[in-house]
C-alpha cells in the first residue's frame, strides 16, 4: 500500500508562487497516475489536475490552467504541483491522490483510492 504525504503549502500573497509536493513511501507509485484536488471551507473537493504514470499526459481544472503545473520524479517518488500567480480563490487545503497501478490519469475523486492529509494553502489579496 502507497502512503501519500504532502507538503509545501503555506501563507503567499496574491500574484506569488508555490510548489507542493507529494512524497509517496510503502511502495512505488511509479506506475499510478496521480492527482491533485483542493477544498476550500464550506465546499466540495475539487479537481486541479492529474498526471499520468509516465508523467507524459496531463489533464488541468480550467480554473488553474496556464498557471499550475503537474509534474513527477518516478525515481524519487514523488509528484510535485508548482501554482504560479496565485489568486485569493486558490485558498484551500490540496491533496494529492494516486491511482491502483496502471490505471489512466483520472479527474474525479472516486477514481483515486489512495489520499495524503493535505496540505494548507493560503493566498492573502
Known amino acids: 500500500q502507497v502512503q501519500l504525504v504532502e507538503s509545501g503549502g503555506g501563507l503567499v500573497q496574491a500574484g506569488d508562487s508555490l510548489r507542493l509536493s507529494c512524497a509517496a513511501s510503502?511502495?512505488?507509485?511509479?506506475?499510478?497516475?496521480m492527482g491533485w484536488f483542493r477544498q476550500a471551507p464550506g465546499k466540495e473537493r475539487e479537481f486541479v489536475a492529474t498526471?499520468?504514470?509516465?508523467?507524459?499526459?496531463?489533464i488541468y481544472a480550467d480554473s488553474v490552467k496556464g498557471r499550475f503545473t503537474v509534474s513527477r520524479d518516478n525515481a524519487k517518488n514523488t509528484g510535485y504541483l508548482q501554482m504560479n500567480s496565485l489568486k485569493p480563490e486558490d485558498t484551500a487545503v490540496y491533496y494529492c491522490?494516486?491511482?491502483?497501478?496502471?490505471?489512466?490519469?483520472?479527474?474525479?475523486?472516486?477514481?483515486?483510492?489512495?489520499w495524503g492529509q493535505g496540505t494548507q494553502v493560503t493566498v492573502s489579496s
Open positions: 498526471i499520468d504514470w509516465r508523467g507524459t499526459y496531463t
Open positions: 510503502g511502495r512505488t507509485f511509479s506506475n499510478s497516475a
Open positions: 491522490a494516486a491511482r491502483e497501478s496502471m490505471l489512466a490519469a483520472a479527474t474525479t475523486r472516486l477514481q483515486y483510492g489512495i
